[in-house]
C-alpha cells in the first residue's frame, strides 16, 4: 500500500450475464491463457478493483471476476436467499463455458466458495481463501460482527459502516503508512460505489450462513489458507485447526497484515496465490502419467489434464466410454504437437477454443494430419469452420460424421 493508494475502479466493459429472470450479472475476465481462476467478491469490494491486485495473475492465468447481486454493475434484489449467491456462481460459470476452476474468496465470499465446492466438487480445482470469514469456530464472533456492521450502516449510511470497517479490517501497519490521504481516499471510493439498500441486503443475507468445524471438514479440494497475521478473526490456534480439518489444505501467514492480504500486499498476495496454483499443476502431471488413460480420473479424485474440464470423469447423458476416450486422444495429440508449450491448460482443454491457445497455422495443420492417421479418418474440404473451434467441437464432428478407429488399450492412448 501506498500513503495515498490510487485504486483503478472503472467498469471498462458491458459484460452481463443473466442468471435469473430478473437479474444480470456482471464479469470481467482477464487473462487469455492458463487455468481458471475466479474471484468472489465479498461485500465491500466490487469486481473492477481486482484488476490492481490481480495484473501478475493474469499473465498466466484466465481470471473472471463478477459483481454480487446487490453490488457495482449487477442487478438489485431486494429479496434474496444466500443460496442465491452459489446458484448464481454456478449459473454465471455455465453461462461462459467454464467447466472447472480455482476459487478465490475473501472474507464473507469464503462462504460462497465453500458451499460452492461442497455442492459442486466436480466444477472447484482448488480453493484459496484469503482473510475468509469461514472460520473453524461456531460462527458467535463473526455474527456479531455483520450485526455491528448492520447497525453502523442502518444508523450512520456508508460513512459510519466505512468507519467501523476501516478500524477492524486494516493493519496498524497499514494504517499508518496510508495516512490521512489514504484514509480520506478509500472513504471516497467506498462511499461513492456502494449504495446503502443493496449492501445491507447482502449483509442481512449472510446471517443465514450456517458456520461450524464439520463444514469445513466437508472440503475435499486441495485448500490454500492464506491468512493475515494481524487479523482479528484468525490466530495461530485457529489457523492450525482449519488445517487440520481440511484434508488437503495449507495454511501461509503473512506478515504484519490484517483481513484484506491483497489491499496491503498486493504484489505477496498474487506470488503466494500463484505459487499454489503452480504446485496443484505440478501435482497434475505427477498424477497423469500414473493414470495411463487419458479419459480417467485418478484413485485421489483430483482430474488429469485430459480429462478436459471433467468432459471424462462427468460425462454428459448419453455418453459412452468411447466418446470419452476420444476425448482423451485428442487431448493427448494436441500436447504432442505442442509438446513446447508449457502454458496449455491443466485442465478444461478440450473446451478450451484452439484460437484463444494461439495455434499457429504449422502446429494446425500436423494437429489435423495426426488426427487423420491416429484416428483412420480423412477430412473432407467442405468441414465448417466452427467444428475447430474446440477439440470438442472436433469430437463432436467426428462422431458425428466419421468412425473414428480408437486405439485398443489406455496405453496406446497416452503414447
Not at 431486494?78 to 475473501?106: A, N
Request: aromatic content about 6%.
Amino acid at each position: 500500500m501506498t500513503s495515498a493508494p490510487t485504486l483503478d475502479l472503472r467498469y471498462t466493459a458491458e459484460r452481463t450475464l443473466r442468471v435469473s429472470d430478473d437479474t444480470e450479472l456482471y464479469y470481467e475476465i482477464q487473462g487469455d491463457e492458463g487455468p481458471h481462476l475466479t474471484l468472489v467478491n465479498n461485500f465491500f469490494i466490487i469486481a473492477p478493483m481486482w484488476r490492481n491486485f490481480t495484473a501478475e495473475l493474469a499473465k498466466r492465468n484466465r481470471v473472471l471476476t463478477y459483481d454480487l447481486r446487490n453490488q457495482g454493475a449487477s442487478s438489485v434484489s431486494p429479496d434474496m436467499t444466500w443460496d442465491d449467491h452459489v446458484e448464481d456462481l454456478r449459473v454465471l460459470l455455465d453461462g461462459l463455458g467454464i467447466e472447472r476452476t480455482h476459487l478465490l474468496g475473501t472474507s464473507a465470499s469464503g462462504f460462497i466458495c465453500r458451499d460452492f465446492a461442497a455442492r459442486y466438487p466436480e466444477r472447484v480445482d482448488g480453493l484459496i481463501l484469503t482473510g475468509p470469514s469461514c472460520t473453524p469456530g461456531d460462527g458467535v464472533r463473526r455474527r456479531a460482527t455483520e450485526r455491528a456492521c448492520i447497525n453502523s450502516l442502518e444508523l450512520g449510511g456508508t460513512q459510519a459502516l466505512w468507519d467501523h470497517l476501516y478500524s477492524v479490517v486494516f493493519s496498524e501497519a497499514a494504517m499508518r503508512e496510508m495516512g490521512a490521504t489514504g484514509y480520506l481516499g478509500l472513504r471516497s471510493a467506498f462511499t461513492a460505489i456502494h449504495p446503502p439498500d443493496p449492501m445491507l441486503t447482502n449483509l442481512k443475507c449472510a446471517q443465514q450462513v450456517t458456520d461450524g468445524p464439520e463444514l469445513l471438514a466437508a472440503i475435499k479440494q486441495p485448500t490454500l489458507l492464506l491468512l493475515g497475521d494481524k487479523d482479528d478473526m484468525w490466530n495461530e490456534t485457529l489457523g492450525a485447526e482449519a488445517g487440520r480439518l481440511i484434508e488437503d489444505s495449507e495454511v501461509e501467514w503473512m506478515h504484519d497484515v490484517g483481513h484484506l492480504p491483497y489491499m496491503e500486499d498486493g504484489d505477496g498476495f498474487q506470488a503466494r496465490v500463484q505459487r499454489f496454483l503452480d504446485a496443484l499443476a505440478a501435482r497434475e502431471r505427477a498424477v497423469a502419467p500414473q493414470t495411463g488413460d487419458g479419459d480417467r480420473t485418478p484413485a485421489d479424485g483430483h482430474a488429469t489434464e485430459e480429462t478436459a474440464g471433467g468432459e471424462a470423469s462427468a460425462p454428459a447423458a448419453g455418453a459412452s466410454e468411447t466418446d470419452d476416450a476420444l476425448l482423451g486422444v485428442l487431448c493427448t495429440l494436441l500436447r504432442e504437437v505442442v509438446a513446447d508449450r508449457a502454458d496449455l491448460p491443466v485442465t478444461g482443454l478440450a473446451g478450451t477454443p484452439l484460437n484463444s491457445i494461439g495455434l499457429e497455422s504449422w502446429a494446425f495443420t500436423l494437429l489435423l494430419g495426426r488426427i487423420e492417421e491416429q484416428l483412420d479418418v480423412e477430412w473432407d474440404m467442405d468441414v465448417p469452420p466452427e467444428v475447430f473451434e474446440s477439440l470438442a467441437s472436433i469430437a463432436a464432428h467426428l462422431r458425428a460424421h466419421h468412425s473414428p478407429t480408437l486405439p485398443a488399450t489406455s496405453q496406446e492412448s497416452a503414447q
